[in-house]
């Protein structure tokens, strides 16, 4: 049992001290979303590190830390959102994002002056933090304030992860979106990791939103039941560490291929479309289609937008704007389009299975058979392999 016990005292602590140190090591100024997680998991240490002194109910020791655990929980989703932001909007470091840390500050800080000023702190955590006992008026002035600071800092953390998961979701919408707008091809470069990184973290979150609920006092006094929810937490930690590790691009790559191309359309005007335009427009929408269509554009692996805008000799904010607006699309939404209903023309020809996924794939201009079958399937509704095993069940029925 106590082998059990130890696990899940100190797992979440030495899987996120793991990944700190990991992604801390990560070399290059091009990593810095990464080394930024590593400084989340350097927080979310803290905080467990916090709990195994708790829990293996050093109480004196305990008082020391109890400031330092606030502080860490309330540092750990800022820190998550400034990774999110680096990964997504800017690669450099801001000193206003500095601001976020200030209330976790002021709540630790004043923690350590009411332990200070309390006769006796560690009654008051022995009582409050490992039996739950209601914290009322026949206890001290002291007390009932540290109990009132607890509080405050719960309540701030249930309204500081909702604005987090809220802000974070809508960077990675945001920076996913100029993604499509630039690429054709997203392989290596989505942030749909991001996306799980964030759902990830969601879960972590109302677990320990739960485990607030719950309180410390009842692991501490039902100390088996901790297996559980370390457990969980051991595992969403190393999946966010793994899947941040795991990043191959980011806004400094983005920013880097823009500026190699040279694009206008960072210095374009913005011009409202109106009637004495339509003409005009709709001769370029032709001539988008017969870029795709005829001269088969789709069919480059490395597109990007700026390719088309060179055909169409004009800029990218101009050529975006007609896509999103009139063909409802993005341009990286068009290109699969072409590509995916060029690869269904070839496998209905392939009557005799010639050509593999990988061969059709290069034809139509995919980098891989999965970018294929994932994009072929988010557009028909089932994979290449289901429709060539539909070709070769026809035939029978016919007989």
């Avoid at 680096?86 to 332990?115: C, D, G, Q, R």
């Avoid at 309204?159 to 998961?165: I, K, N, P, S, T």
């Avoid at 994932?374 to 069940?393: D, E, H, I």
Wanted: hydrophobic share 50%; with cysteine; charged share 20%.
């Amino acid at each position: 049992m106590s082998f059990i016990y130890n696990i899940a005292i100190f797992s979440p602590m030495f899987v996120s001290l793991f990944w700190a140190i990991l992604l801390l090591l990560v070399p290059g100024k091009s990593n810095k979303a990464k080394h930024f997680l590593g400084m989340f998991m350097i927080g979310a240490f803290g905080v467990y590190f916090s709990h195994a002194i708790f829990f293996s109910k050093q109480i004196e020791l305990y008082l020391l830390f109890d400031p330092i655990y606030v502080f860490a929980t309330l540092s750990v989703y800022p820190l998550f959102y400034w990774y999110i932001k680096l990964l997504t909007v800017n690669n450099k470091y801001e000193l206003k994002m500095l601001w976020h840390f200030v209330i976790p500050f002021v709540f630790s800080l004043a923690m350590v002056i009411v332990y200070f000023y309390m006769e006796d702190p560690t009654g008051y955590i022995q009582h409050f933090l490992y039996h739950n006992y209601v914290v009322d008026s026949e206890f001290g002035k002291y007390w009932r304030l540290q109990h009132y600071i607890f509080a405050a800092t719960r309540i701030f953390l249930f309204f500081q992860v909702a604005w987090v998961l809220w802000r974070g979701l809508l960077l990675i919408r945001n920076y996913e979106s100029r993604l499509k707008e630039f690429y054709s091809n997203l392989e290596g470069r989505s942030v749909d990791w991001a996306k799980w990184t964030i759902l990830i973290f969601s879960i972590t979150a109302l677990m320990s939103s739960f485990a607030n609920v719950l309180g410390r006092a009842y692991f501490a006094v039902n100390s088996m039941l901790l297996f559980v929810p370390a457990l969980i937490f051991s595992v969403l930690l190393f999946l966010i560490g793994y899947l941040g590790h795991m990043q191959s691009h980011s806004v400094y790559d983005f920013n880097i291929d823009v500026e190699k191309e040279n694009d206008e359309s960072t210095t374009a005007k913005l011009v409202e479309f109106d009637e004495e335009m339509r003409v005009e427009i709709e001769l370029l929408m032709q001539r988008i289609i017969d870029a795709f269509e005829k001269k088969k554009l789709y069919q480059y692996k490395d597109l990007k937008i700026t390719t088309l805008c060179e055909m169409m000799n004009t800029n990218r904010t101009y050529v975006s704007r007609v896509l999103n607006e009139f063909f409802d699309c993005s341009f990286s939404d068009i290109v699969n389009k072409y590509r995916v209903e060029a690869a269904k023309k070839e496998i209905e020809m392939d009557v005799d299975e010639k050509l593999t996924l990988e061969a059709i794939a290069e034809k139509v201009g995919y980098v891989s058979a999965g970018t294929l079958i994932r994009n072929f399937k988010n557009y028909y509704g089932f994979t290449p392999g289901t429709m060539r095993n539909k070709k070769r069940v026809l035939p029978k029925k016919r007989r």
